[in-house]
Every structure is written in structure tokens, then in C-alpha cells.
């Protein structure tokens, strides 16, 4: 499994201005550096569409003329050791030393004697520290931009100055560019035009549009003209590749070519591109490959962090490097560890003595690379070369060098150029991280959320308020909640709502409860500082008012409320009391799957709680149905009895969205690869069949295999689990409280207790096979004991039990 991708803070990138860019002043977007204290003024990017200025001080980049003229300075010849020599003869060099020879000048005096007496005439590669080549100069530690594809017409279309997005012309007139979709727009050219670039980052109205999941057109060039791409959106495209020129060397047939260390960007990894990635961001990879100079188009900027928020005026082709990317491991390490420990290997190798042992390859590398010679350097290569898989496309003669690179994983083809079927679109439309455009069968509650909300920032007051959503499983709490906010947001982009603050946060995802306090304070403040002293600046925020800088109301969202109750309930109690503040402008919206949370709290928690909740039921057949529809609206991939079909298989056991939507998209993924299989043109619909199967391979799975050939008193203490769920609303419970569980449903039903070492047993055994999962440490009556599956599941597996159909009635 490929390794996940570092995750760096993420800021949103700032405002650029932008001219018309030139290759001594190239143009570049500067978005805010993960990790680096970037300056709190905005930064900026002038182009200006002129002639190249030779007092720029930014890198220049090889003009655009014809790849004919060749020229090159003369080797920069390394220092060599002072080592007293004999005079040079026309055949060998001689080396006389005061000391008995190593194993290495033996071996090199034989091979050179015998390589004369084959080929008479010494053959050498020339290495150089810097070319002047084709119009442009490159040196070693270089950046450039290579070609990708022979066939590739348009990498010859490099345009020196970007169109504007909207006129699709260029001129001297200021350009501003989007910090997402990185495009340029004339300022006179925006609706409205503005005046001055503005502070902060600013985002087209076109990418406004489609975050708000609008349809967006965007503006067609006029009729016979046709938008050049430059070579960095070409880049970002994988329509080129960049490397970083490691070294440099001249043939024996004059021929010139150059080592280089691949780069590649996020979508070429085998984790794909990541949402805190960077626009501009670029990962250096553990692979080299032998290319032609031929292959090289012209220079680009490829910067670390410091360099990156430094950057000022440095034009487009400027990019953003931190990690290093395995190309075998899949994993990911920072360039800045590994220079330091290189750095430190280095220092270390400067004092180890001399051994007569070390292999003379080693002792090969260390020597001045312009004495190799043209034989040895190709056997080096041969078994120390690239790993074949990156291809340097030739600019002139038509000819392919270099190596393919093992494992790289590229940007699916039919991301970009194949049409998606319907099936397809369906598979896409019906995953559950797809957020929808809107929130169906939940009107109601919708409404009630957006009047406790527009209630509390619209009063001239904004007395702090709390909302309680409760709410079995899947049944759209969370969802509706953002949807309201989604529309909100809509509103105080409109001018018609004041702005507020909002803070999402689940506490699934906290390690503490206490980390929450620290949570809030980063989100609102930027700054990160432990909890304690978080809780202090906070209670001083929502305490003192009209003194805090920022005076916005705060909306606070927890999910999963019930896991911030702690032994003493502190926590709580802290985040609760906040609104009772006279000047907090504080809102509280909790959610949480048990209905009787606030009953079970401490009474000064439970009263701070306020009386306001909100019921999510579930879903009947109807609903679901409906759901599934609106997700497939204009989608012509599904069948309605078997939508309907499924709806009822759902609503049956548990009413939960999320296995529904899952259901259909295992049955879309069977549809699709049985008509790829039988190769069939025409669209397949998902009938009843791939339901079927998709709900069998759902709920007759392995573990539902091992919960139904348990044993009796395993289902009795598997539906003990799932009837404290429900009742408690906490997904882990105490052997002790089982235990009780266990005994009430035995008493109940005429069956005799086991006792506490049967069930004590039972529970090993499940906790083996991984049903239950078991708190670490003695076997006590206190250790925790939690579901490793959904209680659905469960219900499922034990609703038919023939050994004790009595269970029914408590799942």
C-alpha cells in the first residue's frame, strides 16, 4: 500500500499582480509555503510585456531561436591532489609515488595499457560544469523543462506572454492572476473591473462559481483563434517533464547530453494529488536518466520552501519543492533531512583513514570526473544507470533517449481524454466523500437549523446560544448542517448576512478531548500552542467582549459530541459555559447519535445544554429512494425497480444512507465490469441482479459468516453489545456493564446466566477473531469493549437466529 502523502499546514496562497511576463522576468503565482513563516504582507508577481531586460536580476532563460548554432565553454577542470608525476608519454600515464601503489593504480595502469593496444587512440568523455548550448546557458543544479511526446506539435508553442482568461489578448495592461485555477484576468476585464490588485489571496469569479457547485462556462476564444498553453500549465498537465541537470558531459562524437534527477507532480504519485497540496508543487524523485541536450526546452525554477516565500518577481515558471519522492517505497521524505544527512555523512568520511580494503569502485566515484573514460563511464552506466522508465522526447532528430522508470504511476488517460460512460458517472456521483449540491428529505430540520443560526448572528446582541442534534447513524445530520452553511456563506458573500467565523470539528479525530481547546484557537487565530494555554486565551476571548480584535459572532460545530465526556465532564462544562457569556457572540451546534445525552450529564452541564434539540430519524424506503435519485439526477445507469429494491433493503434493517449509497455503487462497479468484459458498446443498466449481488457480498461477508456460526451465548453477548449501543448512544462499554446486559436478557427469557468466566471466555474468543475489539491489559471488569463491525451488521447476522429468536426484539 502505497505510503500517504506528508501533510503540511495549509495556507491559502496570496494575491498576485501580473503583467506580461518575459523570459528574464518570467511570471509566477506565489501561493503561501507549507511550514514557513511567511511575511504577513501580501506578496506580488509583475509582468511586463516587453523585450527581455538585461538588468534583471532573475535567472534567464534560453531565448526562443533556432536550435542550430552550438557552442560550449571550455571543461572546468577540477583540482587534482599534488602528486609528483612523471613526465606524460604519448601511450600511459606514469605515476611515481613514495609509497607502494593501491590495488587501484595497478588496475588502472593495466586497463589503459591493454585499452591502447586495442583502439591505439584514447577516448574520454569531456564533463562540464556549465554548456552553452542552443542560445541558452545550463549548468549543473539547473531546473529546465524537457520534452514529453514526439508527436507533440504544440510543445513547440511556448508564448511568451499569458492570455488573458476572458479577451484572450495580452498587452501591457495589468493582470491579476487566481490563486486556485493559477489563470490570468485583465483587471479591466472582471466584473466587476477593479481598480488596484487587492490585499490577501483573491479567487475568480468562475472558481467562486464551481465551489459553490454552480455550472460554470467559461469564455470561448474567438472563432479561429486558439489559446496557447505555456509550458507550465503543460507541466501541471504532464503534457512536459522537468529534471534537474546533475551533470553534463560531451561524447566522443560530439554529441551532448546530460544526467538529470527526475521531478514529478502530485498526480503522478502513486497517492495522488492530495487537497493540501500546492498548486506549484513539484516532489524530486530518487531517479536519473541519461538524456540528449536535445531534449531540453528551456529553463524552469524549482525552489525549496525558504526560497519559495522569499520569491518576489520571479515569473511563472517557478514551482515548490519540499519532499523527495521514492520511486520504489512510494514514500516520501524531506529534501532538508536529506541534505543534512549528507552533510553529516560527509563531515563523517573527512576523518576515516585510509583502508587498503576499500573497493576500488568507490575509490573510481571520489576521482575527478573529467579523467573517466569513455568505456568505463559506459559500463557505470550499464549497472548503476536509471531505472527504466522516463523518456526525454528528441526536439530535432526525432529519436527517443534515455530509460523507462519502474512504478511510475501516471495520470489516468481517461481523466483527460476518454468520455465517461454512464456507469462510470454513477460509480463517481454515488461515493460518499461526493458531497451533493443538496441535502433531500431533510427540509424541515434544514429550516430549523437556519432559523437557530440566522437567529443568533442577525441579533444586534448575538446572545450565545446551543444546539443538540441527535440522531441514529447515516441519517444526514452532519450533511445537513454543512448544507445549511454552505447557503449561508452564499448569503454573507452576498452582502445580506454580517460574516461570521465558523469551526467544523469531529471529535473522532481528536486524541484527547482536552485537544480541542487547541483546535478552536488555531482555527480562529492561526496560532498553535498547547491546550492549556489555549483554554486560557479562549476563556479570555469569549469573556472580555469588545476588547478581542476580532468582533464576528463564532458558529461552533462538534461532531460526535458524546466522546468529549470525560470522568469530571470539564470539558464540556468549559465549552458549554462559553455561551452563557454576555459578550461571547457565541453558537454552539453539537451532534452526537444518542437521543438521552444531556440527561446523562452533570445538571450544570445539562442546563447549559439549553432545551433546543433537533431529531434525525431515519429514513424510510421512500426516502432513501429519493436520496439515491437526486444523486443520479441525469444519470441513465440504474434501473427504478432496483433502486426501489435496495431502498427496502436498507430501510429494512437499519435506515442508513451511507449503506444504501454504498449498495448502489457496488452494484454500479459490477454492471461496468461485466460490460468492459463482454466488450459491449451499448449502455448496460443495473438491474435487480447486481443489487442482489452487491447486497450478499455486503452482508455476507466473513465476519457475518463468524457471527452466525458462533455459538449461542456469543449472539446473546454480541446483541448485548449492540442493545448498550443503542441505549447509551457510546460505542464502547465495560465487561462489567455487559455483563448485567447479558444477565437481564437471560433472566428475561428463561435462560440460565452462564456466569462471568463463560462470557469471559466468549469474549476472548470474539476478540480473536477481531468482531470485538478489546481495551489492552488484565482482563477486569472494567476493560472497554467496543464493536469492530457496524451494529448493522450485527442486526443482520442475528435477526434470524433459530437458537434464540428472541434476540430480534433487542436489535
Known amino acids: 500500500m502505497a505510503e500517504a502523502t506528508p501533510i503540511k499546514p495549509h495556507k491559502s496562497p496570496l494575491k498576485k499582480l501580473k503583467h506580461s511576463p518575459t523570459h528574464s522576468s518570467p511570471k509566477f503565482a506565489i501561493p503561501a509555503t507549507p511550514d514557513t513563516a511567511a511575511a504577513a504582507t501580501p506578496r506580488r508577481s509583475l509582468r511586463f510585456i516587453s523585450t527581455p531586460q538585461q538588468s534583471s536580476p532573475a535567472p534567464q532563460s534560453c531565448p526562443k531561436s533556432s536550435r542550430r548554432a552550438l557552442s560550449y565553454k571550455p571543461p572546468i577542470k577540477a583540482p587534482k591532489p599534488q602528486i609528483p608525476k612523471t613526465p606524460k608519454s604519448d601511450a600511459i600515464e606514469a605515476v611515481l609515488s613514495p609509497v607502494s601503489p593501491d590495488r587501484l593504480d595497478v588496475k588502472k595502469r593495466r586497463n589503459l595499457g591493454g585499452r591502447k593496444s586495442a583502439i591505439g587512440v584514447q577516448k574520454k568523455r569531456v564533463y562540464y560544469k556549465r554548456v552553452s548550448y542552443d542560445g541558452g546557458e545550463f549548468a549543473v543544479g539547473d531546473d529546465v523543462y524537457v520534452k514529453r511526446r514526439e508527436d507533440a506539435s504544440s510543445d513547440g508553442e511556448d508564448p511568451d506572454v499569458e492570455e488573458c482568461r476572458v479577451c484572450f489578448k495580452a498587452g501591457r495592461a495589468v493582470m491579476i492572476e487566481c490563486d486556485d485555477c493559477l489563470g490570468g484576468f485583465h483587471l479591466k476585464c472582471l466584473k466587476p473591473p477593479l481598480k488596484a490588485v487587492p490585499d490577501g489571496d483573491w479567487i475568480c469569479g468562475f472558481c467562486e462559481a464551481r465551489k459553490l457547485g454552480k455550472k460554470v462556462e467559461l469564455p470561448v476564444p474567438p472563432k479561429g483563434k486558439k489559446l496557447a498553453r505555456t509550458a507550465k500549465e503543460k507541466l501541471l498537465t504532464s503534457d512536459l517533464w522537468a529534471i534537474r541537470i546533475v551533470r553534463l558531459w560531451r561524447e566522443v562524437d560530439g554529441t551532448y547530453w546530460f544526467r538529470g534527477q527526475w521531478y514529478v507532480i502530485p498526480e503522478e ?169 443538496s441535502q433531500p428529505c431533510r427540509t424541515k430540520e434544514m429550516e430549523e437549523i437556519t432559523g437557530f443560526i440566522k437567529g443568533g448572528i442577525c441579533d444586534s446582541q448575538c446572545l450565545g446560544r446551543c444546539l443538540y442534534i441527535h440522531g441514529v447513524p447515516g441519517t444526514g445530520k452532519t450533511m445537513s448542517v454543512l448544507s445549511v ?144 435519485s437526486s444523486r443520479l439526477k441525469g444519470i441513465n445507469a440504474f434501473e427504478k425497480q432496483a433502486i426501489e429494491f435496495a431502498s427496502r433493503k436498507v430501510a429494512a434493517v437499519s435506515g442508513d444512507a451511507r449503506r444504501a449509497l454504498e449498495i448502489c455503487r457496488r452494484a454500479a462497479e459490477l454492471a461496468d465490469y461485466r460490460m468492459k468484459n463482454l466488450l459491449e458498446s451499448k449502455n448496460i443498466l443495473v438491474g435487480m441482479a447486481e443489487v442482489e449481488a452487491a447486497i450478499k457480498e455486503m452482508f455476507q461477508a466473513p465476519h457475518i459468516q463468524v457471527m452466525r456460526s458462533c455459538s449461542k451465548l456469543g449472539k446473546i453477548f454480541l446483541a448485548a453489545l449492540v442493545h448498550e449501543f443503542h441505549k447509551t448512544g457510546m460505542s464502547e462499554t465495560t465487561f462489567e456493564q455487559l455483563a448485567v446486559t447479558v444477565c437481564c436478557f437471560c433472566t428475561s427469557n428463561g435462560e440460565a446466566f452462564p456466569g462471568w468466566d463463560s462470557l469471559l471466555k466468549v469474549g476472548c474468543k470474539l476478540g480473536e477473531c477481531r468482531i470485538i475489539l478489546c481495551e489492552a491489559g488484565a482482563k477486569h471488569r472494567l476493560q472497554k469493549l467496543q464493536l469492530n463491525f457496524p451494529s448493522d451488521d450485527v442486526s443482520f447476522a442475528l435477526k434470524d437466529t433459530q437458537e434464540a429468536p428472541w434476540l430480534a426484539k433487542y436489535l
Not at 470539558?571 to 451546534?589: G, Q
Open 269 to 437: 504519485t502513486a497517492s495522488g494529488r492530495q487537497p493540501h497540496n500546492l498548486k506549484r508543487e513539484l516532489y524530486r524523485t530518487n531517479d536519473f536518466a541519461d538524456n540528449e541536450m536535445e531534449s531540453i526546452l528551456r529553463h524552469c525554477y524549482v525552489m525549496n520552501p525558504k526560497e519559495f516565500a522569499n520569491a518576489n518577481n520571479e515569473g511563472d515558471d517557478v514551482f515548490f519543492c519540499e519532499y523527495e519522492y521514492d520511486m520504489r517505497w512510494h514514500s516520501f521524505k524531506r529534501i532538508a533531512d536529506i541534505e543534512k544527512e549528507e552533510g553529516g555523512s560527509e563531515e563523517a568520511g573527512k576523518d576515516e583513514d585510509w583502508n587498503p580494503d576499500n573497493d576500488s569502485d568507490s575509490e573510481l566515484e571520489s576521482e575527478d570526473e573529467e579523467d573517466y573514460d569513455y568505456e568505463n563511464e559506459k559500463s557505470f552506466n550499464l549497472s548503476n544507470g536509471p531505472s527504466p522508465v522516463r523518456l526525454a522526447a528528441n526536439s530535432q532528430k526525432g529519436r527517443i533517449f534515455g530509460l523507462q522508470r519502474i512504478g511510475m504511476k501516471k495520470i489516468p488517460e481517461h481523466i483527460r481524454c476518454h468520455k465517461q460512460t454512464e456507469l462510470e458517472k454513477a460509480k463517481a456521483t454515488l461515493l460518499l466523500a461526493t458531497l451533493p449540491k
Open 485 to 628: 452553511m454552505k447557503n449561508i456563506r452564499s448569503e454573507v458573500d452576498a452582502g445580506s448576512i454580517n460574516p461570521y467565523c465558523f469551526v467544523e470539528i469531529n471529535g473522532l479525530k481528536l486524541a484527547s478531548p482536552e485537544n480541542i481547546y487547541k483546535v478552536i484557537y488555531e482555527a480562529l487565530t492561526g496560532h498553535r500552542v498547547n491546550w492549556k494555554k489555549a483554554l486560557h486565551l479562549l476563556n479570555e476571548r469569549f469573556s472580555s467582549g469588545a476588547k478581542r480584535g476580532d468582533d464576528r459572532p463564532c458558529i461552533l460545530l462538534i461532531d460526535e459530541l458524546d466522546l468529549l465526556v470525560t470522568r469530571s465532564q470539564s470539558v464540556l462544562y468549559n465549552i458549554l459555559d462559553w455561551p452563557t457569556k454576555p459578550h461571547s457572540k457565541l453558537l454552539i451546534i453539537g451532534i452526537a447519535n444518542t437521543m438521552d445525552l444531556p440527561e446523562k450529564l452533570l445538571p450544570r452541564i445539562s442546563s447549559r445544554m439549553g432545551i433546543q434539540r433537533l431529531c434525525f430519524g431515519p429514513y424510510n424506503y421512500q426516502q432513501l429512494q429519493e436520496i439515491i
